[in-house]
């Protein structure tokens, strides 16, 4: 059973190379490049995870003590790693779902200035941006809110006053 342990941490090591070449190889976009890569790691470091704490836990019960404790940190290592990358994706998305909120605020807060109706800006909401009908009405519920929508217009004027500062760097 221990023997399997160690052919799981070769087998994450070969399929890392293998795949990681064969991605390289193919013909794909950009996007499609990193998702192969990502899912590559995870299922890399998914595989090692389980492997290490197998192994430390075999050792550990045949009583290989410096054996066992070097898989099981190992494997914990490993299980970091992992949960550290799935906090970065977590990050990406609401960063993404952030920067999508505040475009829409700046598209919104412009045809209000043009002097368009509230049934007008729903009507872009759920039409153009693809907003369900309840959210689009949320939304604009919380930017009709005067508090709100001081705090969204300086956020809004802090970041163009960043961009242009950027730009003349």
């Not at 070769?10 to 990193?34: H, T």
């Not at 956020?155 to 730009?167: G, P, Q, T």
């Amino acid at each position: 059973m221990l023997h399997l342990s160690y052919v799981g941490i070769a087998f994450a090591a070969v399929f890392y190379v293998v795949f990681g070449i064969a991605v390289r190889l193919m013909e794909l976009s950009n996007k499609g490049r990193n998702k192969a890569r990502l899912w590559i790691v995870v299922i890399t470091l998914c595989s090692l995870i389980v492997s290490n704490l197998g192994a430390g836990v075999l050792n550990l019960m045949m009583g290989r003590v410096l054996w066992s404790t070097v898989f099981l940190i190992l494997g914990f290592f490993f299980a970091a790693i992992l949960g550290h990358i799935f906090m970065k994706l977590h990050n990406i998305k609401v960063r993404i779902k952030m920067r999508k909120f505040m475009v829409l605020f700046d598209i919104v807060d412009h045809y209000m200035n043009e002097g368009k109706t509230k049934e007008e800006i729903l009507d872009y909401l759920t039409k153009s941006q693809k907003l369900a009908r309840k959210d689009a009405i949320n939304f604009l519920n919380f930017i009709s809110d005067p508090t709100n929508y001081q705090f969204l217009s300086d956020v809004n004027d802090k970041i163009r006053e960043a961009r242009m500062l950027s730009e003349l760097k």
